[in-house]
């Protein structure tokens, strides 16, 4: 039996937050053990995340419409300033070294990613289809940077869930349409409501909006 096709997207969810709403989120998540950002635009936010990039550290960039958009995973791989784990993935993808490829990806020094919603009272939403994000966002990272466009601030996990149903599970479906010629699915989720390792986990928001 075929899944039911995902709705049209939500527009309620594609505006960006309002300074009140986005000085909620901040502060909650600061107390929440995440440290929050703001960053002036899509500009200013590559060169925050590019400068919390140490020389020689392994860093992977988890496939991300944020990451494209502003730049950030370009110049993450293309940089010989740290490793880029993503150019090591593709070559073990290549030579069939799936086990390998799993760990590699599994616990790089820093992933830089996305989410696809963050609460005002300070829990951040992942989902994946294939939850190879998941692993190193929630543990296996020694470090986490997150590069999120501030539409994606909501008031609770219900409109949080509620965004990722509604809005980004949809977009997400028709880009994977697209590129891989079949749809995405919401097979696995993520909720960070604290961070005890202090540093471990940055967020910079943007106030535009960017990705999904």
Known sequence: MSAPAPPTPNPAFAHPATDAQLSRAVKALEANGIHAVVAKDAGDAKRLVLELLPEGASVL?????????????????????????????VALAKEGHKDEQRRTGAAPDIIVGSVHAVTEHGEVVVASATGSQLAPYAYGAGRVVWVVGTQKIVPDLEAAFRRIREYSFPLENERAQKVYGMGSSLSKMLVVSREFQAGRITLVFVPEKLGF
């Open 61 to 89: 960039d988890a496939t991300s419409q944020t990451l494209s958009a502003t730049g950030i995973a370009e110049a993450i791989n293309s940089s010989s300033h740290h490793k880029s784990v993503r150019n090591a993935l």
